[in-house]
T-cell receptor, first 113, second 111 residues
Framework: DTEVTQTPKHLVMGMTNKKSLKCEQH?????MYWYKQKAKKPPELMFV???????INESVPSRFSPECPNSSLLNLHLHALQPEDSALYLC????????????FGDGTRLSIL | EDQVTQSPEALRLQEGESSSLNCSYT??????LFWYRQDPGKGPEFLFT???AGEEKEKERLKATLTKKESFLHITAPKPEDSATYLC????????????FGQGTRLTINP
């Protein structure tokens, strides 16, 4: 079991639906990340929150909308997704100290019909 | 541009057959090099951080080493449960919030 918890584990949605992915950590980490991972590829960075403020957006389409309500929680709101958005969505968190590793959750497997 | 290249892409070994995975990197000022293990359908699991050339870290059958241009993950007498994809990532001085990942090595250990 990881210390970064993601829900739901699986999600199937139509292209017109609105849904949200949730990520929670209670390690006191102040940096949180969203990644997208396709099969047999490494994780691809989407967003970084540092001290609850969005610090990096890797030119992600606006149909993905991140939110950081507090230091333990990270959401990813989804709307009008495309079939190519089907992937494993990973959340990670990192301690604020220098060179600390990122710790990943087990992801949400998203399928767009 | 920061880059990470892992080789081989895939590796099949017999149980007990030791080997090494390679991670070559070019980065503008290395802050840290990270090794992760990823099982199918799971998130990457943190294994090691290496900071400077000459550093070594060990955990069970795994040993990671670092030079100025590459890192090796040595696997000694592997077991089937060591089968996974091993990811290498670097954190550069510029853009320190990001990790640059290699493509990974898919390791299969046959009993």
């Amino acid at each position: 079991d990881t210390e970064v918890t993601q829900t739901p584990k699986h999600l199937v949605m139509g292209m017109t639906n609105k849904k949200s992915l949730k990520c929670e950590q209670h390690m006191g980490h102040r940096a949180m990340y969203w990644y997208k991972q396709k099969a047999k590829k490494p994780p691809e960075l989407m967003f970084v929150y540092s001290y609850e403020k969005l610090s990096i957006n890797e030119s992600v389409p606006s149909r993905f909308s991140p939110e950081c309500p507090n230091s333990s929680l990270l959401n990813l709101h989804l709307h009008a997704l495309q079939p190519e958005d089907s992937a494993l969505y990973l959340c990670a968190s990192r301690d604020a100290g220098r060179n600390q590793p990122q710790h990943f959750g087990d992801g949400t497997r998203l399928s767009i019909l | 541009e920061d880059q990470v290249t892992q080789s081989p892409e895939a590796l099949r070994l017999q149980e007990g057959e030791s080997s090494s995975l390679n991670c070559s990197y070019t980065v503008s000022g290395l802050r840290g090099l990270f090794w992760y293990r990823q099982d199918p359908g799971k998130g990457p699991e943190f294994l090691f951080t290496l900071y400077s050339a000459g550093e070594e870290k060990e955990k069970e059958r795994l040993k990671a080493t670092l030079t100025k241009k590459e890192s090796f993950l040595h696997i000694t007498a592997p077991k089937p449960e060591d089968s996974a994809t091993y990811l290498c990532a670097v954190q550069a001085s510029q853009g320190a919030q990001k990790l640059v990942f290699g493509q990974g090595t898919r390791l299969t250990i046959n009993p």
